[in-house]
């Protein structure tokens, strides 16, 4: 009887005590939570947005009659931290592309002082390398800005064919629509975002971007960028 009395108090000990060694884990779960890892030092970011892209008139002083049109952009961004942590900072490197379809932009009438609107596709392209900070917040969200020179290029190309426009005083003007018009340049960029991860190693955010660019087409006209592009992003981090 006495030994079956301190089996039935050993089996209710067990009882306790392993519910509690069970759970032991959990209250340390910081330590192996993934969404909380201390290694994640490289992020990565494929970003999906549009950015609005305002023609110029070619005198330079006059307002734009025609209102700015958005081109599609995408791009990929790679930020490499110094340390991990919560507070984080390092270098951000970034390459992007747009185009735009049938944009409005004025040409210039050479020899007759005057212009007039046509429609052209534009092509966007820029690098941009910089730094960055972030602060994690909280366990899956993150907040970050960055800044740094941008190089941007452009190309504003027409149609297969050239384009008579008639003068209201006079004969009529060619436009020859078939010739490219490029530029380079050289701006500042700032960006600011905000992500949160849904795996331990994939996140999705949102961002803003913007940077003054003013491309000079020659013949095929002039556009100003300056307006902020929102931007969403999805990403890996390693």
């Known amino acids: 009887m006495k030994t079956l009395f301190y089996v039935n108090r050993l089996y209710r000990h067990a009882l306790l005590v392993l519910p509690m060694l069970c759970l032991s884990p959990l209250a340390s779960a910081d330590f192996w939570d993934p969404f909380a890892s201390p290694d994640q030092r490289r992020y990565v970011q494929a970003e999906l947005g549009s950015v609005p892209v305002e023609p110029v008139h070619p005198t330079g002083t006059e307002p734009?009659?025609?209102?700015?049109?958005?081109?599609?952009?995408?791009?990929?961004?790679?930020?490499?931290?110094e340390q991990s942590g919560q507070f984080q900072?390092?270098?951000?490197?970034?390459?992007?592309?747009?185009?735009?379809?049938?944009?409005e932009m004025f040409v210039r009438l050479a020899g007759t002082g005057s212009s007039v609107k046509v429609r052209s596709d534009l092509w966007m392209g820029d690098l941009t390398f910089g730094g960055f900070f972030s602060i994690r917040?909280?366990?899956?969200?993150?907040?970050y800005v960055s800044s740094g020179p941008a190089l941007y290029w452009?190309?504003?190309s027409g149609g297969d064919r050239d384009t008579s426009v008639a003068q209201a005083n006079g004969p009529a003007v060619v436009i020859?629509?078939?010739?490219?018009?490029?530029?380079l340049g050289v701006a500042w960029y700032a960006r600011a975002g905000v992500e949160w991860m849904f795996s331990?190693?994939?996140?999705?955010?949102?961002?803003?971007?913007?940077?003054?660019?003013?491309?000079?087409?020659?013949?095929?006209?002039?556009?100003?960028?300056?307006?902020?592009s929102y931007l969403v992003t999805l990403g890996y981090v390693y």
């Open 176 to 183: 020859d629509l078939t010739e490219n018009g490029d530029d």
């Open 200 to 228: 331990p190693r994939t996140h999705i955010g949102v961002s803003v971007r913007k940077m003054d660019a003013r491309m000079d087409f020659g013949s095929r006209g002039r556009v100003h960028m300056d307006e902020p």
């Open 64 to 81: 734009a009659a025609t209102a700015s049109a958005s081109v599609r952009t995408f791009g990929l961004v790679l930020q490499r931290a």
């Open 137 to 143: 917040a909280a366990e899956r969200l993150r907040f």
């Open 154 to 156: 452009g190309r504003a």
């Open 89 to 103: 900072y390092g270098l951000e490197g970034g390459i992007r592309a747009g185009y735009g379809s049938n944009r």
